[in-house]
């Protein structure tokens, strides 16, 4: 009995002590650099939005954090370096609907689990696509966009920033939800997509609507809907696709902060309360806003349920139009 109560009291004092020291590691963070890891290149908009949200979180946490840009296989490089990681607050990870709702669909060898590797703290913002064509195209409106793939399925082809990516799926949603064929034509990146959308040599993309905007601005190419449920403030005359004919249909473009897995409560709440607040101040809203995003109010297990949607969602796409890269 005596050898057994020891046994307990011994157990009850380890855990004590365990609990203790997380404690103290939370309530002692940050005392080192915090990294927000961004899984693509510098100069993107996901990179873009990163460094700005790294200078809040520095200001708000009194603390040094730095963007570390790792990309690499459209983002699962760096996604999977974040997995590995301790779930210590001091690396994040700058997600998105690429590697966190594409990605788990069209790679079978994905070396990650989207889910089960990370801890989700909150969604930063989301941002529509927006459907636009080259000028040449006899079409003002989607409805006559339509009736023109109809015609002549074979004629009309799409961009996308490659196989696979999250511009890329929305159109295949597109096609499905629309019951159209249109030549999807993969491209490395927005920039030279934009390019050849400009001149020509491609008649029809979705991309975000913070790049696309000038192109549109200047006259060079056309818009015809936005991806979102309400119309973008950026664009306030653009119907979106659900108006356009197509209830129900929507695509966006989404941006997360992530950590790995296990991390403890008390420092994720830390954390995602100092993101949270970050996100919300009027400077951070106002960029977002000027670059046609919008601040998102889901974080947490809320944040968790709706990657696994987001999954859902895009793999049904995936399995339909049968894309798959390795």
Request: aromatic residues 6%.
């Amino acid at each position: 009995m005596k050898k057994g109560l020891l046994r307990s009291c011994c157990r009850l004092a380890a855990g004590a002590a365990l609990f203790a020291a997380a404690g103290s590691a939370s309530a002692a963070w940050p005392d080192k650099v915090i990294r927000i890891v961004v899984p693509f290149a510098a100069g993107g908009s996901t990179d873009l939005i990163a460094r700005k949200i790294a200078e809040g979180l520095g200001q708000r946490l009194s603390a040094n954090v730095i963007v570390e840009n790792r990309p690499g296989a459209g983002g699962t490089v760096g996604t999977e370096y974040v997995a590995r990681q301790p779930a210590d607050g001091y690396t994040i990870l700058m997600g998105s609907v690429s590697t966190h709702g594409s990605a788990p669909c069209v790679y079978s060898k994905l070396p990650y689990d989207a889910i089960k590797d990370f801890t989700p703290l909150t969604v930063v913002a989301t941002i529509p696509n927006v459907m636009s064509v080259n000028r040449s195209v006899p079409a003002n409106t989607l409805q006559e966009f339509v009736a023109l793939l109809k015609k002549d399925p074979e004629k009309y082809s799409f961009a996308s920033n490659g196989q696979g990516t999250s511009n890329h799926l929305a159109a295949e949603l597109f096609k499905t939800t629309a019951g159209v064929s249109i030549v999807h034509v993969p491209y490395r990146g927005s920039g030279p997509a934009l390019i050849d959308l400009v001149g020509g040599q491609i008649n029809m993309m979705m991309d975000v609507v913070m790049t696309s905007y000038p192109y549109i601005k200047d006259g060079k190419i056309k818009a015809l809907a936005v991806t979102s449920p309400q119309r973008s403030a950026m664009l306030p005359d653009v119907p979106t696709v659900a108006e356009s004919g197509y209830p129900g249909y929507e695509a966006m473009v989404w941006f997360g902060m992530l950590a790995p897995a296990n991390m403890p409560e008390p420092l994720r709440q830390k954390l995602t309360d100092g993101l949270v607040q970050t996100l919300h101040t009027p400077a951070m809203k106002t960029y977002l806003e000027q670059q046609g995003a919008q601040v998102s109010d889901v974080a947490g297990p809320a944040f968790g349920a709706m990657i696994k949607d987001e999954i859902s969602k895009w793999c049904k796409v995936v399995k339909q139009a049968n894309i798959h890269l390795d």
